[in-house]
């Protein structure tokens, strides 16, 4: 995990001059989403909250106060669910596109209204009823966030921001047939940057 968010920063610091690119920004999640899925030994589908569910994010953005906004950022996602029935690993890697809304409060301060579509390679560990399967797949994923964010200097400088927002992503594997895993819900994030 360490080596590919260190090359994702290394991508980011070499584009970063780049006269289109405003802000590096490095963004947590913490999700409650829930999930949809068939363990193969159970066979009925069920419907579960994610014991742990957390996201780390490292994206290039440009943002223009009261215009049209985009960011492209990497994403890597680890989730986790247990109980007595089956036990359940989810990490995906990949990436997001944002397109979002700035609004200005003051000179330091904005609200952005956020919108994505992701794509990640997900790997799956599913455990139950004796049995142990595992499978790599593709996930889309899609959502909103509003977020509140504080530069020093609205020029450049350090940036923090919090918000908040809400997901859907679906992937479909091979464990004992096709089987498919949903997700929905809330999340919440935090974010630390520089604006060049």
Same mark, same amino acid.
């Given at each position: 995990?360490?080596?590919?968010?260190?090359?994702? +920063? *290394?991508?980011?610091l070499?584009?970063a #001059?780049?006269?289109?690119? =405003? =802000?590096l920004?490095l963004?947590y999640?913490k999700g409650s989403?829930?999930f949809?899925?068939?363990p193969p030994s159970i066979?009925?589908?069920?419907?579960? @909250?994610?014991?742990?569910s957390?996201? $780390?994010?490292?994206? /290039? %953005?440009n943002?223009?106060i009261? &215009?049209s #906004?985009?960011?492209i950022?990497?994403?890597?996602?680890?989730a =986790?669910?247990s109980? !007595? &029935?089956?036990t359940l690993?989810?990490?995906?890697m990949?990436?997001? *596109?944002y397109?979002?809304?700035?609004?200005a409060f #003051?000179?330091? +301060?904005? +609200?952005e209204?956020?919108?994505f579509?992701g %794509?990640?390679?997900?790997?799956?560990d599913?455990?139950g009823?004796g !049995?142990?399967?595992e =499978? @790599?797949s593709w996930m $889309?994923?899609y959502?909103?966030?509003?977020?509140?964010v504080f530069c020093? @200097?609205p020029?450049?400088? /350090? /940036?923090?921001?919090?918000?908040?927002?809400y /997901?859907?992503?679906e #992937?479909d594997?091979?464990i004992?047939?096709d089987?498919e895993?949903?997700q !929905?819900?809330w999340?919440f994030?935090?974010?630390?940057? %520089? &604006?060049?």
């Amino acid at each position: 995990m360490h080596r590919s968010l260190s090359c994702l +920063l *290394l991508v980011g610091l070499a584009v970063a #001059s780049a006269p289109a690119v =405003d =802000d590096l920004r490095l963004t947590y999640h913490k999700g409650s989403e829930d999930f949809t899925f068939a363990p193969p030994s159970i066979g009925d589908e069920v419907e579960k @909250n994610w014991d742990d569910s957390t996201r $780390y994010e490292i994206g /290039l %953005w440009n943002v223009v106060i009261g &215009r049209s #906004s985009w960011g492209i950022a990497g994403i890597k996602h680890e989730a =986790d669910f247990s109980d !007595e &029935r089956f036990t359940l690993e989810y990490e995906s890697m990949g990436g997001r *596109l944002y397109f979002a809304q700035a609004y200005a409060f #003051s000179q330091s +301060l904005q +609200l952005e209204f956020q919108s994505f579509l992701g %794509w990640s390679r997900t790997e799956v560990d599913v455990r139950g009823g004796g !049995e142990s399967h595992e =499978d @790599n797949s593709w996930m $889309y994923e899609y959502g909103v966030i509003a977020e509140v964010v504080f530069c020093s @200097n609205p020029r450049s400088g /350090l /940036l923090v921001g919090a918000g908040g927002g809400y /997901l859907f992503s679906e #992937s479909d594997f091979e464990i004992d047939g096709d089987r498919e895993i949903g997700q !929905e819900g809330w999340g919440f994030c935090g974010t630390v940057g %520089w &604006r060049f």
